[in-house]
């Protein structure tokens, strides 16, 4: 009986032992997970359409013969230029084709042919090279900039710069934003205070400021790590001022009776109350922080993430472009993951009081 | 000299739309050191703000508490306060919970980790000292609130519905351990219920206390707390003389509650 929740077929099961023996589980919520090897498949229905969206179709048969033979030729003379130029110790200037190899070489084939045998009906696709580069071009893009990086930096290093950015502003917003949000959730006065410049300045989109901060603190880490506190602050002084007020009166009124003084009563009682809503605050900050970096570094930055990109459209480099935002979204994926299970670590009594 | 002193203790809340409400009217008492004192009433009839007025997280609109002579203005740890639930920190272990007053007050460890295991052993709840609080049960976490509230070794005992939330049988084993913990440790202990049944057994005074305003109706002095020590609870319980008083006050809070009905509609 047990086996036979085993093997492939049980990860697409629905599982648990309790949900095996409800009868009834439509419109029962504790009854629907997320199935492991549905995002499996999700995945590489994802992967598999882009495959097939970027795929030539419609090309005669002889002509493939003399185009990968063209191909060769010129792969061949790219690797010995690329070799070139290493040798020459001058590394940035590789250029990786930004054309789909197969395209270029139908293109220079048909240079050579007759008008009538080449005509764009041969070679088509949904998305061309020109528009979104392929799987396996932005394997190739992932590869090369890995090692060789792109703008004086590998991907690591763009990515590097691109977080350690929005750690240090998160660190300073988180810095600010607690004691002001604890503040505004514990004295009225306080409350009072921040009150209007809080709700005044929430609204406004870090980007809306991008501008300013460029002509204040110049292109770069100044402007990046500054707009980011500025995105992340209030978030932590919302999520502050909730976590002081959400906690029980009976926990205060108890610390006081066992001889608690009013220090000891924020710092044993009311800050570690508050640690679900911080956390929260932490990680909805981190995935604004993330969004807004990305986006400032565009104009804000000459390193990064959002920098590689910006710099590698305007050389119609849509392979690196691509390679970047799928590394973006996959820190994105991993920096929730982290939390959430840094989260399960730090208060394991979440929901639990 | 009294353990408590109680006089004419008044408390008008204001509530907004410019009217009050009389929560207290002129309450006086006198407690004795040792005493375990039980609360009873309908709803509003200012029990726990009575409770609170003793324990110092409020302050009386007329009238003076005295305790040992000497007037309480706010919350002190010569006063443990136990409530209904949700009053533990579920960020510290069952131990951390029972040691946060004497840690809050600068002990070191070598003079209250003995005490902790002591006191776990009391209340029923040996090798629980490293578990979590949300992994107990809703009586074993009210353990953990009494052993907490020893822990800082207090002259009087507060409870504001200690019980109120666990289920009968639960509630019927820890009137026994508040019980045996009132006799050995010989402290005063005031505690608020809803249940007339826990009234007159933990009692051995008791208060029925009416509303608007609120008040002592009655000042019973009772020997089923006495006797609960010794003899089996289910018995005393059903006992004619303990039936009698169940009945007795249970026909005075009906009628308060009929009155009420009456002015209110």
Redesign the interface.
């Known amino acids: 009986m047990a086996g036979s929740k085993g093997g492939l077929v049980g990860l697409f099961k629905r599982g648990g032992s309790q949900n095996d023996r409800k009868t009834v589980t439509f419109g029962d919520a504790s009854a629907v997970r997320s199935l492991p090897m549905y995002s499996l498949l999700a995945l590489l229905g994802l992967v598999f359409f882009w495959y097939l969206a970027t795929q030539p179709f419609g090309f005669p048969d002889d002509f493939k013969a003399t185009v990968d033979e063209t191909f060769q030729v010129a792969a061949d003379d790219a690797e010995v230029r690329n070799q070139e130029r290493i040798d020459s110790g001058n590394p940035n200037l590789i250029e990786i084709p930004f054309l789909d190899p197969t395209q270029r070489d139908y293109l220079a084939a048909c240079a050579q042919a007759p008008d009538d045998q080449c005509s764009s009906s041969d070679y088509s696709q949904f998305l061309s090279p020109s528009k979104f580069p392929s799987p396996g071009d932005t394997w190739v893009a992932f590869n090369r900039l890995r090692t060789r990086g792109f703008q004086n930096e590998t991907l690591a290093g763009h990515a590097g710069i691109s977080l350690w950015r929005v750690i240090r502003g998160m660190f300073w917003g988180t810095l600010i934003g607690v004691p002001i949000g604890f503040a505004m959730g514990l004295s009225s006065r306080l409350r009072g205070l921040f009150d209007t410049p809080v709700e005044l300045f929430r609204p406004i989109p870090p980007l809306a400021l991008l501008p300013l901060f460029i002509v204040w603190f110049g292109i770069g880490d100044g402007t990046a790590v500054r707009l980011l506190i500025f995105a992340s602050v209030w978030i932590m002084i919302i999520a502050a001022r909730a976590g002081a007020r959400t906690v029980k009166l009976s926990k205060v009124r108890a610390a006081y009776s066992l001889g608690a003084s009013k220090s000891q009563v924020l710092r044993r009682v009311i800050l570690p109350n508050a640690l679900p809503e911080l956390f929260t605050g932490v990680r909805v900050a981190l995935g604004v922080s993330w969004g807004t970096l990305v986006a400032a570094e565009l104009v804000g930055a000459s390193s990064g993430l959002g920098s590689m990109i910006f710099t590698a459209r305007n050389n119609l480099r849509l392979d690196v472009v691509v390679v970047g935002v799928i590394v973006i979204a996959v820190i994105g994926v991993l920096m929730d993951l982290i939390m959430r299970f840094a989260e399960s670590k730090l208060i394991p009594w979440r929901g639990k009081g | 000299m009294k353990a408590l002193s109680v006089s004419n203790v008044g408390m008008i809340y204001d509530i907004p739309g410019g009217e009050s409400v009389e929560a207290l009217k002129d309450v006086s008492f006198d407690l004795e050191a040792g005493r375990l004192l039980t609360l009873l009433g309908p709803s509003g009839c200012g029990k726990t703000t009575l409770l609170n007025i003793v ?3 409020l302050a009386p609109t007329t009238g003076t508490v005295l305790m040992e002579g000497e007037q309480i203005t ?4 010569d ?3 136990v ?2 639930q ?6 510290l272990s069952v131990a951390d919970n029972i040691s ?2 004497p840690r ?2 600068k002990k070191r460890k070598a003079e209250y980790a003995p005490r902790v295991e002591e006191l776990l052993e009391i209340v029923g709840l040996g090798g629980f000292a490293d578990k ?3 992994e107990l049960s809703g009586g074993m976490q009210q353990r953990v ?1 009494l052993a ?2 020893l822990a ?1 070794d207090p002259d009087m005992i ?1 409870m504001d519905e200690p019980l109120g939330a666990l289920d009968a049988l639960t509630r019927e084993k820890m009137q026994g351990l508040i019980l045996n913990i009132w006799k050995e440790t010989g402290k005063t202990i005031i505690l608020v219920t809803h249940s007339v049944e826990e009234a007159l057994y933990l009692g051995d005074r008791l208060f029925v206390m009416a509303p608007r305003p609120g008040r002592i109706q009655r000042d019973y002095t009772l020997p089923f707390a006495e006797q609960g020590l010794t003899a089996d609870a289910r018995e005393l319980k059903l006992s004619p003389e303990f039936a009698e008083k169940k009945e007795e006050i249970l026909n005075m809070i009906w009628e308060m509650e009929e009155q009420i009905m009456g002015t209110g509609a």
């Open positions: 324990a110092g997280f706010k919350p002190g740890r006063r443990g306060m409530f209904q949700g009053a533990l920190f579920e960020w946060f007053g809050m007050n979590q609080v949300y609130a907490r509230c800082n507060l």
